[in-house]
């Protein structure tokens, strides 16, 4: 079937040391989405690609990164882990088109900093 | 700016028990309104698109409905496999994101 997939499920990252999380999608969906969702809230938007070309939502903090490498394969970069960047981190991809019949996700990567 | 308001933030339902959930924007220019279902420690599931207002749309027990200022939720009869969080989210004309609220969660018990 064809879906998003996150890996891993769960990591464990120690305060202030580089985590990547991966995200890879067989949709062949040009918009590849990363959200950070904490407990008890709405999912927030980090940041999207489309194709190739890099959106930033203006409050995302430096700290966060991504790269998407080919259509198929998108990476969430955290570069210097703080506490407050515990949460879950979903992706998802979509058509993009002006008519988009929602999103797929992924099943998340939950981020513990210790 | 573009905000989604979703009520109650908890309910809970005797099963066989019907009721409403309530998603309420203020977007500039609707593209599109989506209803998610997410389980504990997982992503979110797909259930419907609405695009425009008298829109309704349905699948088993759930019907979504659509107005200008406002999407419900309807839950027929649940069952216990039906409690969950319910996410709604706007996407606008200027955006290719989506804007989502913090959600219902639903607790149905037998």
């Known amino acids: 079937d064809a879906m998003v997939i996150q890996n891993p499920r769960y990591q464990v990252t120690q305060f202030g040391k580089p985590v990547t999380l991966s995200c890879s999608q067989t949709l062949n969906h040009n918009v590849m989405y990363w959200y950070q969702q904490k407990s008890s809230q709405a999912p927030k938007l980090l940041f999207h690609y489309y194709d190739k070309d890099f959106n930033n939502e203006a409050d995302t903090p430096d700290n966060f990164q991504s790269r998407r490498p080919n259509t198929s394969f998108c990476f969430l970069d955290i570069r210097s882990p703080g506490l407050g960047d515990a949460a879950m981190y979903l992706c998802?991809?979509?058509?993009?088109?002006?008519?988009?019949?929602?999103?797929?996700f992924g099943s998340g990567t939950r981020l513990t900093v210790v | 700016e573009d905000q989604v308001t979703q009520s109650p933030e908890a309910l809970r339902l005797q099963e066989g028990e019907s009721s409403s959930l309530n998603c309420s924007y203020t977007v500039s220019g609707l593209r599109g309104l989506f209803w998610y279902r997410q389980d504990p420690g997982k992503g979110p599931e797909f259930l419907f698109t609405l695009y425009s207002a008298g829109e309704e749309k349905e699948k088993e027990r759930l019907k979504a409905t659509l107005t200008k200022k406002e999407s419900f939720l309807h839950i027929t009869a649940p069952k216990p496999e039906d409690s969950a969080t319910y996410l709604c989210a706007v996407k606008n004309q200027a955006g290719t994101a989506l804007i989502f609220g913090k959600g219902t969660t639903l607790s149905v018990s037998s």
């Open positions: 998802a991809s979509g058509t993009g088109g002006f008519k988009d019949y929602g999103y797929t």
